[in-house]
């Protein structure tokens, strides 16, 4: 059988899930499921399940799960982008939407010295993440938190990945393009508006960070950081 959508529950190891009020809107209203039908699940975390309407209730949907398969469409390489939200929310909700249809694995809003947007949504940043993962059928949703520049770094400590900061420094050649990684953990660092300080640049070289610049352009926040999501997944590896 062929799906085309994809539903979402955080937990598939269990006989029974119900569906959340909006997920539930969807597949018995807006899909017209009934009970006997077959849908797809995921989780988010790698699982996809098979599943059977057995309550098809608009407000409160519920699915009898079959067989589950773990680690489903998982990548070989691990894309950790630390980005200082936008001004304009619109704009990092695009990015976080656009990163999960490509593939990416964490996200960090980094609150840096230039940043203008001090905060950020979560609940509705995840609720942006779980529509783009069910629009492009994947099963992975990246793991997302809010940090200080000065937090992400002390919290990363010890660095077990090829490190990277994206900033605007003309003198700077180095393009971050579709080379071949060191390792299979990448790190990117991508700053507000206002760029990063110099003490972020200056405590990024102490930490190892190779600065690089995205293209031949000054790019918008949200375009650099899908900039670094499009290299990463087109990257080839090392040969063994």
């Known amino acids: ?45 790698g699982r996809e399940a098979s599943a059977v309407v057995v309550t098809p209730n608009p407000k409160a949907c519920q699915l009898e799960i079959g067989e ?27 990015f976080v939407e656009k990163s999960v249809e490509i593939g990416i694995e964490a996200i960090t809003f980094i609150i840096c010295d230039h940043s203008e947007r001090p905060r950020v949504n979560m609940e509705r940043l995840r609720r942006v993440a779980i529509a783009a993962l069910k629009q492009c059928q994947t099963t992975w949703l990246p793991a997302m938190e809010v940090l200080t520049f000065k937090e992400f770094i002390e919290k990363q400590r010890p660095w077990d990945a090829d490190r990277y900061i994206a900033w605007c420094d003309d003198q ?21 508006e206002g760029d990063f300080s110099e003490a972020e640049i200056a405590t990024a070289r102490a930490e190892k960070f190779i600065e690089v610049k995205l293209g031949n352009r000054r790019l918008r926040t949200e375009t650099a950081g899908l900039y670094g999501c499009t290299v990463v997944a087109t990257a080839p590896f090392r040969e063994e």
């Open 1 to 45: 059988m062929v799906f085309d959508q994809y539903f979402y529950h955080p937990d598939l190891l269990q006989p029974m899930v119900t569906l959340s009020a909006e997920e539930s809107e969807h597949c018995c209203r807006a899909l017209r499921h009934r009970a006997g039908d077959e849908v797809l699940l995921t989780d988010g975390q």
């Open 68 to 94: 589950v398969r773990e680690n489903v469409g998982v990548r070989k390489r691990h894309l950790h982008i630390a980005i200082a939200p936008t001004k304009n929310a619109d704009r990092i909700e695009w």
């Open 172 to 192: 700077n050649t180095r393009q971050f393009a579709a080379e071949t990684f060191a390792t299979d953990q990448v790190v990117l660092l991508i700053g507000p």
